[in-house]
Each structure stands twice: as C-alpha cells, then as structure tokens.
C-alpha cells in the first residue's frame, strides 16, 4: 500500500521560517511529479510548489522568492522550504505524489494525497 506521510508543520509567528517534509512508502515503481498544496479555512486548495523527476519546478506567485521546493528521489521524499512567513500562509498543507505501481488489474500511474499538516504563522 502506498502512503505519503507528512511532517514538519507546526505554528511560527511573522517572519519565521518552516520546512516540510513528505515521504512515499509501500512498493512502487516510479515517483513522478510531486507537490505541495495548501488548503486555508473557507477557500479551495492551491497548488503553492512542484517539481517533476528531473527537478524542473513551478512556484505559485503568492509564494515566489519565499518558498522552495526540493526532492531526494533516493528517500523518496519531496521538501518545502517556508521562509518569510506571513499570516496568509495559514493553512493546511498537502503532499500530492503521481505514482506509478503495479496493481491487481495492471500497472498504473496514480495520485496520492498525505494526510495534512497544519502551518499557523501568527502575527
């Protein structure tokens, strides 16, 4: 079975810094794009960061110059890096992974989410 497990999130007041991780595990193949969304009370969830296998990676432009976004495709794992933190930033905060594995009825790519982990930055 394949999981994605979050860490890092926490509360932090203006202007700190927070940096999330996110590792796969279970049996797969591949790890293809993976990805940091980010869901704030009463608002739909935005995509903030991502970065494909080969570490091409796209920023949302609320949190461009801030924000980055890393991979150890050894450890399977995917990093936010959260500097600069402002209240707006509030937010529930999702790993998303499309991963390719063997199922009963064939291989497949597919999307998984993490469970969330919150971030607060007080002001």
């Known amino acids: 079975q394949v999981r994605l497990v979050e860490s890092g999130g926490g509360l932090v007041q203006l202007g700190g810094s927070l940096r999330l991780s996110c590792a796969a595990s279970?049996?797969?193949?591949?790890?293809?794009?993976m990805g940091w969304y980010r869901q704030a009370p009463g608002k739909q969830r935005e995509l903030v960061a991502g970065?494909?296998?080969?570490?091409?990676?796209k920023i949302a432009d609320s949190v461009k110059g801030r924000f980055t976004i890393s991979r150890d495709n050894a450890k399977n794992t995917v990093y936010l890096q959260m500097n600069s933190l402002k209240p707006e930033d509030t937010a529930v905060y999702y790993c998303?992974?499309?991963?390719?594995?063997?199922?009963?009825?064939?291989?497949?790519?597919?999307?998984?989410w993490g469970q969330g982990t919150q971030v607060t930055v007080s002001s």
């Open positions: 998303n992974a499309e991963i390719r594995a063997t199922y009963y009825s064939g291989t497949r790519t597919l999307g998984y």
């Open positions: 279970g049996s797969f193949l591949s790890i293809n794009a």
């Open positions: 970065i494909t296998s080969g570490g091409t990676t």
